[in-house]
Structure formats: C-alpha cells, structure tokens
C-alpha cells in the first residue's frame, strides 16, 4: 500500500475514533452552499486542521469543516467546503477528501458546486443535476505511481454521475415544483473566469455549465465504487454570454438567494437516497 493510500486510512479512523454514527452517505458542499450543514441533529464538527493529512480550504465560501450527524435519522458526513487545485494543490490532494469519506464507509456521494451557466436556456439561481463532465483541469487524481490501496488504476467513467441517482433527483425536484435543469459540467483548473472565446469553445463541446471544483473528487469517487450525484448551483451566466463582468460575490449572493429552495431539494433527496442504500 503506498503513501496516500496510508494516509487517507490514517485520516479514517480519525474520523472512526471522533463519531459513533457511521454513515453511508456523504455531501461535499460548495462555494455560498453550507446551508444545508444545519439541518443535521446533534452533529459531532471536525476541523479540517484537525483531521491528519487533510488539505486547507483558502477560498471565501468554503468554511472549512466536516460534520458528522443525523438527518430525519439518516447518518450523514458533510463536508462544509472543499479545497481546489487553483488553491497549490495537487490533484491528489483534492481528492484526498473524496477517498477519506470512501474509506470511512460513504457508498453514496452528492457533490455540489456554484457555477457559471454556458446553456442559454438557463438562468441563475437555477440547479443543474450533472448528467455528465468534461474534465478540463489538465489534471487527474489516478495519475502517478499505481496504489492498489485506492482502486484500480484504469476506471470506466460511463456512469461517472450515477443515473439512478440522477433519476431520484429528478423526481425530488418535480415533487416540490422545482425546475432541475441537466446538463454536462465543464471543471477547469482556474482561479480567472474564462475568456468569452473560452465560453464559446465548451459550448461547441457540449458543455452545459463551468465551474473550477467537483471533476477530480468525482473521478478519485468513481475509482472507489462510489455512486455520485452531482449538483451544480447556476450563480451566474458565463462570461460573454451576458454583457456584465463575473464577480466572485456574484457568486456568493447568488449561492445565498439559492438556499431555500437548494436546501428543500436535498431535504427530498436524501431520504430517498437512504432507501437505495
């Protein structure tokens, strides 16, 4: 067993000796999105600084904690923040989180990001459930020596986003008269928005939506055996697509406008996501 894979065990049973519950399911909560961290019951809160070998979020939004508790008696890992590539990491690093909670026992992921809507049939303050990505960071978590003590090396990435869970979502949503918007997912490494020709590119490539988070935790996810849904916040339209600037508090008060109605989609989903499990 290599190095990373020691010490993503290492930084699991941290998390084993800190909480009773064991939970299956696991939520990553992106930028202006921790809302939803405060509906858990009687959570045990873990500092990132405190878990070993777990990287730093730096980036406004991202608070920068795990929680372990209950929701309506359904065990849950949330992590309050994530860390990205544009941050120094490596993509390993980034995905360190991702193989922390599959070791600790996660089988069911829900990734969610803010990100900029490419589609013009879109708007912001929408949500998007990711059918699919396209991972254009230049940057892969399985790359390097092979650690057999993460999974296999060469991994299918067909059902990257699991359908099944897309479908639950789909329903979660028509069943409180929300219009879930899906679509594929662009992740680039960042930190600068893209150039409006960039814009035009991914939407030549099908791109949906653009964000600079998510791809290589849902790869690190995948090479696990760890079903994903993913959930992106539409904060903002892309650059070039309207005649405005992007602003990183744009993104913020879009994210905090959102967190009702994101809130209410998870507190659908999740109990349904117990079921599968």
Same mark, same amino acid.
């Given at each position: $067993?290599?190095? /990373?894979?020691?010490?993503v065990?290492?930084?699991a049973?941290?998390?084993? *000796?800190?909480?009773?519950?064991?939970?299956?399911?696991?939520?990553?909560?992106?930028?202006?999105?921790?809302?939803?961290? &405060?509906?858990?019951?009687?959570?045990?809160?873990?500092?990132?600084?405190?878990?070993?070998?777990?990287?730093?979020? @730096?980036?406004?939004?991202?608070?920068?904690h795990? #929680?372990? *508790?209950?929701?309506?008696?359904?065990?849950?890992? /949330?992590?309050?923040?994530?860390?990205?590539?544009?941050?120094?990491?490596n993509?390993?690093? +980034?995905?360190?989180?991702?193989?922390?909670?599959?070791?600790?026992?996660?089988? @069911?992921?829900?990734?969610?990001?803010?990100?900029?809507?490419?589609?013009t049939?879109?708007?912001?303050?929408?949500? #998007? +459930?990711?059918?699919?990505?396209?991972?254009?960071?230049?940057?892969?978590?399985?790359?390097?020596?092979?650690?057999?003590?993460l999974?296999? &090396?060469?991994?299918d990435?067909?059902?990257?986003?699991?359908?099944?869970?897309?479908?639950l979502?789909?329903?979660?949503? &028509?069943?409180?008269?929300?219009?879930?918007?899906?679509?594929?997912?662009a992740?680039?490494?960042g930190?600068?928005?893209?150039?409006?020709?960039?814009?035009?590119?991914? &939407?030549? #490539?099908?791109?949906?939506?653009?964000?600079?988070s998510?791809?290589?935790? +849902? /790869?690190?996810?995948?090479? $696990?055996?760890?079903?994903?849904? *993913?959930?992106?916040?539409? @904060?903002?339209?892309?650059?070039?697509?309207?005649?405005?600037?992007?602003?990183?508090?744009?993104? $913020?008060e879009?994210g905090?406008?959102?967190?009702?109605?994101?809130?209410?989609?998870?507190?659908? +989903?999740?109990?349904?996501?117990a079921?599968?499990?």
């Amino acid at each position: $067993m290599g190095k /990373i894979a020691n010490e993503v065990r290492e930084a699991a049973s941290f998390l084993a *000796g800190r909480s009773r519950l064991r939970p299956t399911i696991g939520l990553v909560l992106g930028s202006g999105l921790g809302a939803f961290a &405060r509906e858990l019951q009687a959570a045990e809160t873990i500092p990132y600084t405190d878990i070993p070998h777990f990287p730093l979020s @730096t980036v406004e939004g991202h608070a920068g904690h795990l #929680m372990i *508790g209950r929701y309506e008696s359904v065990p849950l890992a /949330i992590m309050v923040g994530r860390v990205h590539a544009y941050e120094g990491y490596n993509a390993p690093q +980034v995905a360190f989180p991702a193989r922390v909670l599959g070791t600790f026992g996660i089988k @069911t992921l829900v990734v969610t990001n803010a990100a900029g809507a490419i589609n013009t049939a879109f708007r912001p303050g929408e949500l #998007m +459930v990711i059918s699919d990505h396209l991972n254009l960071t230049g940057l892969n978590p399985l790359q390097g020596p092979e650690d057999k003590g993460l999974g296999a &090396r060469f991994i299918d990435m067909t059902e990257g986003y699991h359908p099944k869970l897309r479908t639950l979502c789909e329903a979660a949503a &028509r069943s409180i008269g929300l219009q879930l918007r899906k679509g594929v997912y662009a992740g680039l490494l960042g930190p600068s928005y893209e150039t409006p020709a960039e814009i035009r590119m991914l &939407r030549t #490539m099908g791109a949906d939506a653009v964000g600079m988070s998510t791809v290589l935790e +849902v /790869i690190a996810a995948n090479q $696990m055996e760890t079903k994903v849904l *993913g959930i992106s916040c539409l @904060t903002n339209m892309a650059a070039g697509v309207l005649p405005s600037k992007l602003d990183h508090r744009e993104v $913020m008060e879009t994210g905090e406008k959102v967190r009702g109605i994101f809130t209410e989609l998870l507190q659908q +989903v999740i109990p349904q996501l117990a079921k599968l499990d």
